[in-house]
């Protein structure tokens, strides 16, 4: 739960300058997939937030939950998403003014239980899901198995690798599809940064 309280505090403290309209939670082990101005229009036009929010029926997901979080949380209610968001300033506030979820998730959402991955991307699909992507705008490679995605690391950049990441991808952005589905990527050891920097100004746009 300290994760989200600090992800709250952050959010409380960017929401006192008015002229924040978005709010992007990012890691250190993530790079950016554009330049910032393509970012910037890609965020500012849009009409959903940037959260995953999946019902996921197996035991990661609809196995997590805790029947003492009823009423105010049904199990049909239940939602899962990657910690890393990319959130409108009315979703925002949504998280942060939550009084009625978070003695729940505090309360009943204990390992094998994980907050981070169940209290927002729930939170928001009971109060607006209509301002819900129900995606991320942060690739990851899950294809290794196991707790957590793929590092990679100064060997595995390559432009063929950097290509892979950008292309064969479609979603729906305002409704309606896309091939600009990721704004950022994770996980990138530092070995990676060098690499990153000579591949950059000709697969990422950055001069």
């Known amino acids: ?28 082990s993530c ?23 999946m019902d996921d029926p197996g035991p990661y997901g609809r196995g997590r939950y805790n029947l003492n979080m009823a009423p105010e949380v049904n199990i049909t209610q239940w939602r899962k998403g990657s910690q890393w968001f990319a ?3 009315k979703s925002a506030v949504s998280i942060v003014k939550d009084t009625t979820y978070y003695p729940k ?13 169940h209290y927002f991307p729930t ?16 690739w990851v490679d899950w294809s290794r198995g196991g707790a957590h995605p793929a590092t990679f690391g100064g060997a595995d950049i ?33 070995s990676a940064l060098e690499p990153l920097l000579q591949v950059a100004p000709k697969m990422l746009g950055f001069g």
Not at 105 to 117: G, I, L, M, T
Not at 123 to 138: M, Q, V
Not at 170 to 189: E, G, M
Request: proline share 3%; charged share 20%.
């Open 1 to 28: 739960m300290s994760m989200c309280d600090a992800e709250r505090r952050l959010l409380a403290n960017a929401l006192l300058d008015l002229s924040n309209e978005w709010f992007v939670l990012l890691s250190e």
């Open 31 to 53: 790079i950016p997939l554009s330049n910032f101005s393509i970012a910037y229009k890609h965020l500012m036009r849009s009409r959903h937030s940037f959260i995953g929010a």
């Open 87 to 89: 959130v409108s300033r």
């Open 105 to 117: 998730f505090e309360n009943f959402c204990k390992p094998n239980c994980y907050v981070d991955e």
């Open 123 to 138: 939170l928001l699909t009971i109060e607006s899901p209509h301002l819900l992507a129900n995606r991320s705008i942060t």
């Open 158 to 190: 390559t432009e063929t690798f950097i290509r892979s990441i950008l292309e064969g991808h479609t979603c729906l952005y305002n409704n309606q599809s896309t091939s600009l589905c990721h704004l950022f990527a994770r996980k990138f050891a530092p």
